[in-house]
């Protein structure tokens, strides 16, 4: 079963990065190709499209660098990495989804009247989307298509739950957004940098907030059986995978990334031991059977970090930078948001754009710029380059909840979000280019 290749690259980078096992990081990276290359036929054509792409273009690096067969293996290994960093994730997106426990906190964000509605959306879009991913999608507008408000309120909801869910990336460690920056600037202080994002992240809700304050809100509130103490659990949920993790990275001496990989799925384990002791062994296998599913996503991922690294190797020391000498130190982490917003619209995912970032400008210091605000531009841009990208799940799922394309879900009616989030994040990168000292 293909399936069973995933969770052997997953145990294979576990035993690589906690045990150092060198020679099982280096079965990772076959093992998740072989998964991708049997799921091949069931991509969908533009994943297809993309993940051959990515890869040939890191193959034609790694045949360019000094060491071809060692850069293939290490860059094998990255992509692998970020591939378990996923499965990880899915784990806990699987608990979660048959959780009756959340879907009562999300009933409760909708049963808000109309002056706190936006609020919670924009809230619950943004802690479920730490747990869900972009299922919180899927699972606040099921809800929300059960309330049968207005089409004006479906689409200020959904929007709100879109905005909220996209600014995540801009900080939760739970998110492979974290994974990529730590290895795109290794240098980064990441641990120091995530409640600078959490921060950012407010600020873009709030901004969220005020754009939709006088939308139209005709539909009365629902009857609600909770109240905000609900959601406590929830947060101490996502506090306790945090704190997990951050106890692996210190015991072990490793990433927050790894510390993530291997504490989230003990506690998706230990949630649905809670939630159905009894069935623990359907529950495991219904989760392999769902692991296929996940092919999409580990093929872009696979597919960034195998064309990073390459790339990484077959550039000459300095990357690109002896060519940047001519940019302003200011304006080089400047240049990331839009770049990540052009190649969204593309429909390039931001794991790639930021794993080439990386590995075109391995040494951001050369070029006058911190390591922290390199990393600070790309999480940030992150966040607000995943609004603006039609073929982000996250886009495609509100755009089937809204009866609209994901064309004018991210290009309309998110765009004047985008611009105002834009110009937030480039004030906070200035800021961070005077505050961060070059090394």
Same mark, same amino acid.
């Given at each position: 079963?293909?399936?069973?290749?995933?969770?052997?690259?997953?145990?294979?980078?576990?035993?690589?990065?906690?045990?150092?096992?060198?020679?099982?990081?280096?079965?990772?990276?076959?093992?998740?190709?072989?998964?991708?290359?049997?799921?091949?036929?069931? $991509?969908?054509?533009?994943?297809?499209?993309?993940?051959?792409?990515?890869?040939?273009?890191?193959?034609?690096?790694?045949?360019?660098?000094?060491?071809?067969?060692?850069?293939?293996?290490?860059?094998?290994?990255?992509?692998?990495?970020?591939?378990?960093?996923?499965?990880?994730?899915?784990?806990?997106?699987?608990?979660?989804?048959?959780?009756?426990?959340?879907?009562?906190?999300?009933?409760?964000?909708?049963?808000?009247?109309?002056?706190?509605?936006?609020?919670?959306?924009?809230?619950?879009?943004?802690?479920?989307?730490?747990?869900?991913?972009?299922?919180?999608?899927?699972?606040?507008?099921?809800?929300?298509?059960?309330?049968?408000?207005?089409?004006?309120?479906?689409?200020?909801?959904?929007?709100?739950?879109?905005?909220?869910?996209?600014?995540?990336?801009?900080?939760?460690?739970? &998110?492979?957004?974290?994974?990529?920056?730590?290895?795109?600037?290794?240098?980064?202080?990441?641990?120091?940098?995530?409640?600078?994002?959490?921060?950012?992240?407010?600020?873009?809700?709030?901004?969220?907030?005020?754009?939709?304050? &006088?939308?139209?809100?005709?539909?009365?509130?629902?009857?609600?059986?909770?109240?905000?103490?609900?959601?406590?659990?929830?947060?101490?949920?996502?506090?306790?995978?945090?704190?997990?993790?951050?106890?692996?990275?210190?015991?072990?001496?490793?990433?927050?990334?790894?510390?993530?990989?291997?504490?989230?799925?003990?506690?998706?384990?230990?949630?649905?031991?809670?939630? $159905?002791?009894? &069935?623990?062994?359907?529950?495991?296998?219904?989760?392999?059977?769902?692991?296929?599913?996940?092919?999409?996503?580990?093929?872009?991922?696979?597919?960034?970090?195998?064309?990073?690294?390459?790339?990484?190797?077959?550039?000459?020391?300095?990357?690109?930078?002896?060519?940047?000498?001519?940019?302003?130190?200011?304006?080089?982490? $400047?240049?990331?948001?839009?770049?990540?917003?052009?190649?969204?619209?593309?429909?390039?995912?931001?794991?790639?754009?930021?794993?080439?970032?990386?590995?075109?400008?391995?040494?951001?210091?050369?070029?006058?710029?911190?390591?922290?605000?390199?990393?600070?531009?790309?999480?940030?841009?992150?966040?607000?380059?995943?609004?603006?990208?039609?073929?982000?799940?996250?886009?495609?799922?509100?755009?089937?909840?809204?009866?609209?394309?994901?064309?004018?879900?991210?290009?309309?009616?998110?765009?004047?979000?985008?611009?105002?989030?834009?110009?937030?994040?480039?004030?906070?990168?200035?800021?961070?280019?005077?505050?961060?000292?070059?090394?």
């Amino acid at each position: 079963m293909a399936s069973s290749f995933f969770l052997l690259a997953w145990a294979a980078t576990l035993a690589d990065q906690l045990a150092g096992l060198h020679w099982a990081g280096l079965i990772a990276g076959p093992a998740i190709l072989v998964f991708l290359l049997r799921e091949l036929p069931r $991509q969908r054509r533009f994943v297809r499209l993309v993940f051959l792409g990515l890869v040939l273009a890191g193959l034609a690096a790694a045949i360019a660098a000094p060491d071809p067969l060692a850069t293939m293996l290490a860059a094998a290994r990255r992509g692998a990495a970020y591939a378990a960093f996923f499965l990880a994730l899915g784990s806990l997106r699987e608990a979660a989804e048959h959780s009756p426990f959340v879907r009562r906190c999300g009933a409760h964000l909708i049963a808000q009247p109309p002056g706190r509605r936006t609020l919670a959306m924009l809230a619950g879009g943004h802690v479920f989307g730490i747990i869900l991913s972009y299922g919180a999608i899927d699972l606040l507008g099921a809800m929300v298509g059960r309330a049968s408000p207005s089409p004006s309120r479906t689409k200020s909801m959904l929007m709100s739950a879109f905005r909220g869910f996209a600014v995540m990336n801009c900080w939760s460690p739970l &998110n492979i957004m974290t994974a990529v920056v730590s290895a795109a600037v290794p240098a980064a202080p990441m641990r120091a940098l995530l409640p600078l994002g959490f921060a950012a992240a407010m600020v873009m809700l709030a901004l969220g907030w005020w754009l939709e304050r &006088n939308a139209p809100d005709d539909t009365p509130a629902a009857a609600a059986g909770e109240d905000w103490t609900v959601h406590v659990r929830l947060l101490g949920l996502v506090a306790l995978v945090m704190l997990l993790a951050e106890a692996v990275g210190a015991i072990f001496g490793v990433g927050l990334s790894t510390g993530v990989t291997a504490a989230v799925p003990l506690v998706a384990a230990a949630w649905i031991v809670v939630q $159905q002791p009894a &069935n623990l062994a359907a529950r495991a296998r219904a989760f392999q059977a769902r692991i296929p599913g996940f092919r999409g996503e580990a093929a872009v991922l696979f597919g960034g970090g195998f064309l990073g690294v390459a790339l990484g190797a077959a550039l000459p020391n300095g990357g690109i930078a002896p060519f940047m000498t001519a940019v302003p130190a200011l304006l080089v982490p $400047q240049l990331v948001i839009p770049v990540l917003l052009a190649t969204g619209l593309l429909g390039l995912n931001p794991i790639a754009v930021v794993a080439i970032i990386g590995a075109a400008i391995p040494d951001p210091a050369s070029l006058g710029v911190a390591p922290a605000t390199l990393a600070l531009a790309c999480m940030l841009g992150w966040g607000t380059a995943v609004g603006m990208t039609p073929m982000s799940a996250s886009a495609l799922a509100t755009a089937r909840w809204t009866d609209s394309d994901t064309w004018t879900v991210t290009t309309r009616w998110n765009a004047l979000y985008t611009a105002l989030c834009w110009a937030f994040c480039a004030a906070l990168i200035l800021i961070a280019q005077f505050s961060f000292t070059v090394h």
